[in-house]
C-alpha cells in the first residue's frame, strides 16, 4: 500500500467521520477510531480525532452559540471533570470486557425503548444533568467514550436538532481541548498527527458544513429516532469488542 493511498484513506475516513458528528452532534470517534486504526497506530488515531473534534466543535458554536443551553453544558462540564479521575480508575481495576458489555446492553436497552416509544422527553429541566456529565466523565477518562451519556440526556430532554448539536459542541469543546492537553503530555500529539490534520482541514470544512446543513433538513421527530438508532449502533459494537475480548 503506498504512502498517498493511505493518505487519501485518512482523508476519507476523517471526512465521513465529520459529517457524522456535524450532522448529529456526536459519532465521530465511533466512526473514526477504528477505521483510521487500520491505517495508522491507534497512539496516533485518538489524538487526531480529538483535533477534529475541536476543530468541529469551535466552527459549530462560532455558527450556532445561540442555541446552546449554557446551563445544561455548564453541569455536563464540570461534572465530566469530577468523573474523569474515576474512569482512569475503572480503566485500572475494573475488566473492561464486562464493563462494555454492562454499557452496550444499557444503551440497547434505552434506544429500543426510545424508538419503540417515539422518544418522548422525560427530563423537564436541567437539575439531572450532572449524572449524565458524571457518566461521559468516567466513560471518556476510561475508553474515550464521553458521547452515549450526553446523547442519553440530549434525547431525554427533547430538544430540537439545532439545540441538540449545538449544546453537544458547547462540552466538546472544553472536554476535547483537556483531552488534547492530556495527549501532549503524554508525548502523543506527535508530527505526525499535526501533518494529517492540517492536511484534512479542506475536507472537514467542507464535511461541517455539510452536516450542519443535513442537521437543519432533519425534522424533529427524524432526529430522534436517527440519534437512537447511533446508539443502537455504539451498543452493538461495544458488545462486539466485549465479546472479542473475552474470545
Partial sequence: MTESLTTIQILAVLFVATVVRSTLGFGEALVGVPLLALFMPIEAAAPLVVLISITVAAIALMQDWRHVHLRSAGWLVASTLIGMPLGLLLLTRADGGVVKACLGLFLAGFSAYSLLHGGRAVLEDDRLAWPFGLGAGVLGGAYGMNGPPLVMYGTLRGWSPQRFRATLQ???????TLSMAGYWLAGLWKAQVTRY????????LVATFLGRALNRRIQARSFVRWVNIGLLVVAFVLLAQSLRGAG
Fill in 170 to 176: 458547547g462540552y466538546f469543546l472544553p472536554a476535547s
Fill in 197 to 204: 490534520y492540517l492536511m484534512s482541514l479542506p475536507g472537514v
